[in-house]
């Protein structure tokens, strides 16, 4: 028996540590690199970083990089040479679509054609999960290991974390309790612990439903903005407070709470995304500046509750196909997509029209 940590308990502690601004190490045979999200990266760490010598990158994704107009030779992901004299707010203004169109010359930005694209990509995709920019400074080194031990940082192996990061940590309940709501007196709110020590998701269950009959369902992404400030920039709390209310009319139901803010993104960079738009970009244009997809949401989580909850069959309230094709592909039958199509105000119809324009949703 041993106290290390796993594989997936590693990455949860490089998660918590890029999020403080402290770089993490990723072994690769014969070698490997310390890596730091540029968002936190402060600049003594960064000098120290310098001062170990190498050539120091950023990685970018392709999405970002078509934006500054700079190659990407790795398929999705764009490696960048940093200047000798870059500073720290040098990165962190190609990393962050801010100051965009007030200061759009940035480079000229050259590419890596050389180097270890996978290490590249690990490290962004460390920096996405733990909600930062997707942009993160990679230091090649000869010995990971012995680099991590130096600094007493985290070590992860490459070739152990790619499978942990493609799948989905199984959910794991947590309690459950009654909870009386406006929309349904009978009420039970569950809470759901992923195992790599994500964000906690609910499963809110209206009535009881029969677990051998398809029940009416609803995959719910929070968003603090619509549903508990009520904004009126997108059409969710509306979505959310008409799914619980059907629910009730019914008498059974179970809406799916995921902490999947801003398409999964994170509330900062959905903040973020609101300033683009601000500037006139849409919603999909705003996210694919910062450098991210479409939609970074991962659905696999809400069939892995649903099972874990005992059901087979779902009536899907939603207005997305992609969410119906998702959840079967994940073995849950989908019966019946039920449309949720409320919530348009002046503010949002631009938003909506985007949604269906580009996201294939039916409204």
Not at 123 to 136: D, M
Not at 248 to 275: D, F, M, P, S, W
Request: proline letters at 5%; a neutral charge.
């Amino acid at each position: 028996m041993s106290l290390a940590p796993t594989t997936v308990e590693r990455l949860a502690r490089a998660r918590a540590d890029l999020r403080m601004g402290v770089p993490v190490a990723l072994a690769v045979p014969g070698g490997g690199a310390l890596v730091a999200a540029v968002e936190t990266l402060g600049a003594a760490r960064l000098a120290d970083l310098r001062a170990r010598g190498g050539a120091l990158t950023l990685a970018i994704t392709a999405k970002r990089a078509a934006t500054l107009k700079a190659r990407a030779y790795d398929g999705d992901i764009a490696q960048l040479v940093v200047p000798a004299e870059a500073t720290r707010d040098w990165l962190v203004a190609v990393a962050d679509p801010a100051d965009d169109l007030r200061v759009p010359m940035k480079g000229p930005l050259q590419s890596r054609r050389e180097g270890d694209g996978a290490v590249a990509r690990a490290a962004v995709g460390l920096a996405k999960a733990a909600r930062l920019l997707p942009a993160a400074l990679v230091l090649p080194v000869a010995d990971a290991a012995a680099a991590a031990a130096a600094d007493d940082l985290t070590l992860l192996d490459l070739a152990a974390v790619a499978p942990a990061v493609a799948g989905v940590a199984p959910p794991r309940a947590v309690i459950a309790a009654r909870v009386p709501m406006a929309a349904a007196a009978a009420g039970r709110l569950h809470v759901f612990r992923p195992e790599d020590g994500g964000e906690e998701h609910y499963a809110v269950e209206v009535g009881a439903p029969a677990r051998d009959a398809p029940v009416l369902a609803r995959l719910h992404s929070a968003c603090f903005t619509g549903d508990v400030l009520g904004s009126l920039k997108c059409d969710c709390g509306a979505q959310l407070r008409t799914a619980l209310a059907r629910m009730g009319e019914e008498g059974a139901g179970v809406l799916l709470y995921l902490n999947q803010e801003g398409r999964g993104i994170g509330l900062a960079n959905k903040l973020r995304a609101y300033a683009l738009q601000d500037q006139g970009f849409d919603t999909v244009e705003a996210n694919h500046r910062l450098g991210f997809e479409d939609d970074e949401r991962d659905f696999r989580i809400g069939a892995a509750i649903l099972r874990a909850m005992g059901f087979s069959a779902v009536r899907l309230m939603t207005n997305n196909p992609a969410k119906v094709a998702m959840m079967e592909r994940c073995g849950l039958q989908v019966v019946e997509r039920v449309p949720l199509a409320v919530g348009r105000t002046a503010e949002n119809a631009g938003y909506l029209a985007t949604k269906a324009a580009k996201s294939g949703h039916i409204l």
